[in-house]
Antibody, heavy 118, light 107 residues
Framework: QLVESGGTLVEPGGSLRLSCAAS????????MSWIRQAPGRGLEWVSY????????YYGGSLKGRFTISRDNAKNSLYLEMNSLRAEDTAIYYC?????????????WGQGTLVTVSS | DIQMTQSPSTLSASVGDRVSITCRAS??????LAWYQQKPGKAPKLLIY???TLESGVPSRFSGSGSGTEFTLTISSLQPDDFATYYC?????????FGPGTKVDIK
């Protein structure tokens, strides 16, 4: 099970930290991803991180504003978001990444809504 | 980034119909293509990976085919639980990208 938290209303230019609590599998063995979905829109992969935190990749649209991290001792995944813009408004899902390039997502959380607005 | 397109964007069908959704990639993704189902207010659910491999627990009425740049998701006999939006996703190269979705609704 994956449970996201931390989503809220934030002003443009603000910062936010999302969390994802994992249970039911050995979290420290798996790559993990963040994926977002703007209201009424499609899906956009945001980032992933390997078990040791030594391999991290980001989607091209983020331009260094987001930072993914994890704490295996706490079975938790995080997404630090800075310089937030209206276009970052979305439901943010954490997902377990498996397979070739760790690019398919076999378990997803229920999502947490981030709204960027003044 | 590899661009993904899907057709049609909306598909109206009846229970029992055979339906197919097409996904195209802007360049070859070999067989690294997945399909997801999403219902309103819910997270996406993985249906098929590596173009044609059924995820565990997914009904056999779902099937996938294709390679390179063109892929198809087929539902052999549409059931009431299948009315949803379907997304394809390539994971051949970064950054992983999704298609815009195909909504399957009741005719």
């Amino acid at each position: 099970q994956l449970v996201e938290s931390g989503g809220t209303l934030v002003e443009p230019g603000g910062s936010l930290r999302l969390s994802c609590a994992a249970s039911g599998f050995t979290f420290s063995n798996y790559y993990m991803s963040w994926i977002r979905q703007a209201p009424g829109r499609g899906l956009e992969w945001v980032s992933y991180i390997n078990p040791s935190s030594r391999a991290i990749y980001y989607g091209g649209s983020l331009k260094g504003r987001f930072t993914i991290s994890r704490d295996n001792a706490k079975n938790s995944l995080y997404l630090e978001m800075n310089s937030l813009r209206a276009e970052d408004t979305a439901i943010y899902y954490c997902a377990r990444s498996v397979g070739f390039s760790y690019g398919r997502f076999d378990y997803w959380g229920q999502g947490t809504l981030v709204t960027v607005s003044s | 980034d590899i661009q993904m397109t899907q057709s049609p964007s909306t598909l109206s069908a009846s229970v029992g119909d055979r339906v197919s959704i097409t996904c195209r990639a802007s360049q070859s993704v070999t067989s690294w293509l997945a399909w997801y189902q999403q219902k309103p207010g819910k997270a996406p659910k993985l249906l098929i990976y590596k173009a044609s491999t059924l995820e565990s627990g997914v009904p056999s009425r779902f099937s996938g085919s294709g390679s390179g740049t063109e892929f198809t998701l087929t539902i052999s006999s549409l059931q009431p639980d299948d009315f949803a939006t379907y997304y394809c996703q390539q994971y051949n190269s970064y950054s992983f990208t999704f298609g815009p979705g195909t909504k399957v609704d009741i005719k």
